[in-house]
């Protein structure tokens, strides 16, 4: 019972950063139809932006070795501050690999493949400054203690900083989408976007505050990630982001309430992978990804679209 | 010259192989289908390659040639058959759907490579025997499985299946009105290229001497994409000019790095940065090439104007009407 626990909770924290995460790609998506490539970049960007604000020095790999700020901040504000550069970057990114591509009306493809270079480009980028060594924060959760116990399962308290962390995040954007102005003319802008702009909503605004708030989750879910495991080299947002995709589609694409769901059930299921079979873990989210896509394609929550000729 | 040749030999046939390769990804594209399915195919077609000349075939000194054509026939047996059974599940989906689908089978494909006893798990399989004693007469194999590829998508864009893979590509519904069998036609376009890509991978597992499951990665897939988009996706010479381009690309900074007219630090920025710069200008050209570089209105020009040098202008047949 305590072993069942533990596993839930730590699926269910895991799975909670692949929703904010998930939730990144799925706005983006909702508004533009096309899968934003480059959120694993920006994941990656936010864990070391944190780390760097903390005031941490870095490795002696990359072209800025050993140097560290000239302040350090305690880790909640370099968190923030981590997500708010990732949010921007998540803004330069709109610019650069998207607007000039929607403006001229090009094929989606081009679109994934635009934001591929920028996401390539980011994470060497991030390697040359950097270097490719494994970072890890010091201290993330000041004098807590380790692990807490609920019931009879213990769990580490980052877990449950995680998660909690997480569903905050969950919450308010749903507050912000469903309660808010801004929500409704990002509605309005994902239901149909030429009709929004006769209406008066300035689309483009909008299309770059989904980008921020984007990067913002992606930016937050790489520091959350990174307060677990730590940071493995710049690419360590690659295989998070293709678990990304296998918790959109298993939501629906662009469904949000989807994303939460389809980020829970990928955590718990990858906790709950017998230990015999670990080594497998990684492919489970892309087998439920294939499955679901043979299956319902529409995602869990989706209705199934009428193809209209 | 030859020996020039040679010291570039290994890059001269990753170049080939990276034409095949955008060639295995542009005709699923020809039918409008966009997998990212390649490095899959490419990742298995190596370990047929590594696993029978390792084990089954072992043999000492050098490898014989017919041999690796005996694993090219098997790889394109076994890719083929995979390409069908994906294919056809897979293949229900379109645009974005399907190119996830394909993601998620070159990972899951990864996985196990990674933890199969078979292929070596994590360290992979070492010392494939090589059958020629330099990497540049790797060309033997290389060349002519490009030219057959290059020569098989050219006909192949002229004959009935091409075109209704064009048909197909402009409009699915009304390609299917017109009577054209799409979900066939897609199965086979898939299948072409996936066998494509099982043969470029048991060229280059012997070319690369080791094999292991770094060769079949997501990052892969976008780097076969980005030569068939900047290529050019219209015309089959663009994935091949783009395999080869890209491929020479990375190589091409590495050795203006290495020039002594550069300050330092701008050459160890073209050394170290090289990925940085391969990202830039892949997004760039998106934005400002994005029918590819070399497009049938080009080679159309190109052709017209080859024409006229040849005979004078009076000559000129008459444009056709009614097309």
Known sequence: MGDFLQKLLNGLAIGSVYAIFALGYTLVFSILRVINFAHAAIFTVGAYLTYALTGARFGFNGILKNSALPFELPFWLALLGGALGAGLLGIVVEQVAFRPLRKRGSDPLLTLVSSLGVAIAVVNIVQYLFGAENYSYQDPLGGLPGKVDIGPAGIRTVQVVIFVVSMVIVVALTLLINRTRIGKGLRAVAEDADTARLLGIDTDRLVRLSFFISGVLGGLAGTLIAMSVGIAGPSFGIAFGLKGLAVIVLGGLGDIPGAVVGGLVIGVAEAFVPDSLVSYREAVAFVVLLVMLLVRPQGLLGRAQVQKV | ??????????????????????????????????????????????????????????????????????????????????????????????????????????????????????????????????????????????????????????????????????????????????????????????????????????????????????????????????????????????????????????????????????????????????????????????????????????????????????????????PESAA
């Open chain 2, 1 to 318: 010259m030859i020996e020039y040749l040679n010291s570039y030999g290994s890059l001269i046939v990753t170049m080939v192989l990276g034409a095949v390769l955008g060639l295995s990804l542009y005709l699923p594209l020809m039918a409008g289908q966009l997998s990212l399915a390649s490095p899959g195919f490419y990742a298995l077609g190596g370990y047929v390659a590594a696993i029978l000349s390792t084990r089954t075939f072992a043999t000492d000194g050098t490898y014989p040639v017919p041999l690796v054509l005996l694993e090219m026939l098997v790889a394109a047996v076994l890719s083929g058959a995979l390409a069908v059974v994906v294919g056809l599940s897979a293949l229900r989906l379109s645009g974005i759907y399907l190119a996830l689908a394909t993601i998620a089978f070159v990972e899951i494909l990864r996985v196990l490579s990674l933890n199969l006893e078979i292929t070596g798990k994590a360290i992979g399989i070492f010392q494939i025997p090589q059958p020629f004693g330099t990497k540049l007469s790797y060309l033997w194999l290389a060349g002519p499985l490009l030219l057959a590829a290059g020569l098989f998508t050219w006909r192949l864009e002229r004959v009935r299946t091409g075109r209704a893979f064009a048909a197909i590509r402009e409009d699915e519904l009304a390609a299917a009105a017109m009577g054209i069998d799409t979900t066939r036609s897609k199965v086979r376009a898939f299948v072409i290229g996936g066998v494509l890509a099982g043969l470029a991978g048991v060229v280059a597992a012997h070319l690369t001497n080791t094999w292991n499951a770094r060769q079949g990665t997501f990052d892969a897939s976008i780097i076969y994409l980005s030569f068939v988009l900047i290529g050019g996706s219209r015309t089959f010479l663009g994935p091949i000019a783009g395999g080869m381009a890209l491929t020479y690309l990375p190589e091409w900074l590495r050795e203006r790095a290495d020039s002594a007219l550069l300050p330092e630090w701008a050459g160890q920025f073209l050394r170290d940065g090289r990925l940085i710069i391969y990202g830039v200008l892949l997004a760039l050209s998106c934005v400002f090439f994005p029918r590819g570089f070399i497009t049938p209105e080009l080679l159309e020009r190109i052709k017209r104007l080859a024409f006229r040098r040849r005979r004078p202008p009076s000559a000129q047949p008459k």
